[in-house]
């Protein structure tokens, strides 16, 4: 989550990739994330001075993995040890490094003749490609007449603005080479606040309405928060980033997304090491601001509240475990430090299970959780001990049903309860959420009673039908019904409604889902054999292998209930030298035999699942 909410206020970015290895996992997940964010782009190929590093295999990594479009502007002049300096395309010219100064100390020499052909090659490669978005350029090209480095550099940056290349650099960040080159580039190619003309948001009252927000300081202010961090010496910190207008401190300003007042007292400038104070914060800027006390991530704030920017999209936790204090002086400890870790982080869930009583935290893996536990005792000197983790299960329908007949009829002297529903259910696709649609023609149920049946299948949907997990893809549809002029009632329509759902989801032969991992191992040729295995014994499904270097990579699905000490295992199968990558994929089906297993872990454990 850290990457999804700088991606989606950042307007440019700087993907570092490793020579030796290429494109990692990690970077893939990254990738796809800025892809969606549409954030332009240049790349760094670091490690240049490493044994095994190679270049042009990094920039092929690019392309074959990342179905991305590179575009050297820099070469390496020899590689590993003999690492010399670079050769930068635009200007033809070499760089070499003074090792004496630790790569502060450079100069501008002539391309050494043995690369010559080849810095010919990619220059000529360069200029073709960057043609494409300078009508003036390319016929200077054809023509063969001499083209400027501004000229390069101007085409360059309008292709990199709009994601139609990335232009990709080498160095070594550790013996500091080409370093200032990756600067020059940021400044460059990609955008700055101003290069970014507008920025679309919709309407409060119609969210159908899109809106652009212009970058200027004389527009009414508009700025989205996307981090709160709490800090021990001033509060609770609220990042913003302002797209429009200006905003001085002490001033208010109005949440769009809660439509509440909030008082901005204090405004930083965060730096590495030390924050700065500012008496205003401006179109394009981004800070953090003390004093918002309703402002959650991914909130909107602006000057009139009329306008609400897009938000992050927040994936549900698929690990829980439970925590409770140690003594009864860490519970109110406990309480405030989780209080502020959910305010903090949007994936990371706190709830108290109905049929236990305990408290289970929820987050993305078992790392999440792990930090999360970490922070609790550093940060807020709390003391507890955590349960085994559980896998959060849902439960699926497979097919519709029409025509569910539920009343709801009960007479026990005086006013009785009278309540009658007819729904169609159908299952939708998955991550599509519950939709429920009333249908309800002619008044056969009044209007206000219509909230209580949707309110009564939301909360059967949330405990399930099989074993108490919730089905969160539905479409439920409100067709037909009737009432009682005395009788009838919000609680009356609200059991008919639980029922007739719950009828519905056993007729469309619900099942038990489980939530499935993507993941990525990267193991050397000798323990490839075994980590297969592993993962086979996992009940994993390899999709795919392929050389990385001298290792192999090794893509595979597993289910996330099969991965709960994966690191230490895959630790022991390879000596310490394979690695992995995991993140969510999907929800599938469990196996026959599994749900058996499932069903005996529950009953033994009253009710809570250890699977």
Known sequence: MEVERSLRVLDGAVAVFCAVAGVEPQSETVWRQATKYNVPRI????????????????????????????????????????????????????????????????????????????????????????????????????????????????????????????????????????????????????????????????????????????????????????????????????????????????????????????????????????????????????????????????????????????????????????????????????????????????????????????????????????????????????????GRPQVSFREAIQKSVEKIDEKFVRQSGGRGQYGHVVINVRPTEQGSGYNFINKIVGGVIPKEYIPAVDQGIQESLKNGVLYGYPIPDVEVELVFGSYHDVDSSEIAFKVAGSRAIITACKQANAVLMEPIMRVEATTPEDYMGDVIGDINSRRGKVDSMEQQGSNQNIKATVPLSQMFGYATDLRSLSQGRASFYMDFSHYDKVPAQVEEKLMKTRSSNNGASDE
Not at 98 to 119: M, Q, R, V, Y
Not at 132 to 139: G, I, K, N, P, Q
Not at 255 to 260: A, F, P, V
Request: proline share 4%; hydrophobic share 35%; net charge negative.
């Open 43 to 386: 790349a760094f190929i670091n490690k240049m001075d490493r044994i095994g590093a190679d270049f042009y295999a990094a920039v092929k990594s690019m392309e074959d993995r990342l179905d991305a479009k590179p575009l050297p502007i820099a070469l390496p002049i020899g590689a590993g040890e003999d690492f010399k300096g670079i050769i930068d395309l635009t200007t033809m010219k070499a760089i070499q490094y003074n090792e004496d100064s630790k790569g502060a100390e450079f100069e501008h020499i002539d391309i050494p003749s043995e690369l010559t052909s080849e810095s010919e090659k990619w220059r000529n490669f360069l200029v073709e490609e960057v043609a494409t978005y300078d009508d003036a350029l390319m016929e200077k090209y054809l023509n063969e007449e001499e083209i400027s480095p501004e000229e390069i550099k101007d085409a360059l940056k309008k292709g990199c603005v709009e994601s139609a290349f990335v232009p990709t650099l080498c160095g070594s960040a550790f013996k500091n080479k080409g370093v200032q080159r990756v600067l020059d580039a940021v400044i460059d190619f990609l955008p700055s606040p101003t290069d970014v003309g507008s920025t679309e948001g919709s309407l409060v009252d119609n969210s159908d309405e899109i809106v652009n927000i212009k970058n200027s300081e004389s527009e009414p202010f508009t700025a989205l928060a996307f981090k709160i961090a709490t800090d021990p010496f001033v509060g609770k910190l609220t990042y913003v980033r302002v797209y429009s207008g200006s905003l001085q401190k002490g001033s208010f300003c109005i949440n769009s997304n809660t439509g509440k007042k909030e008082r901005i007292s204090r405004i930083l400038q965060m730096h590495a090491n030390k924050r700065e104070e500012l008496e205003e914060v401006k179109a394009g800027e981004i800070v953090a601001v003390i004093g918002l006390k309703g402002t959650k991530t991914g909130h909107t704030l602006s000057e009139k509240g009329d306008v609400i920017l897009e938000s992050m999209e927040f994936p549900e936790p698929v690990v829980s475990v439970s925590i409770e204090p140690v003594s009864k002086g860490d519970q109110d400890q406990l309480a405030k430090g989780l209080n502020k870790l959910t305010e903090e982080d949007p994936t990371f869930k706190v709830k108290v299970d109905n049929e236990t009583a305990q408290t289970l935290i929820s987050g993305m893996g078992e790392v999440h959780l792990e930090i999360i536990i970490d922070r609790l005792k550093r940060e807020f000197n709390v003391n507890a001990n955590v």
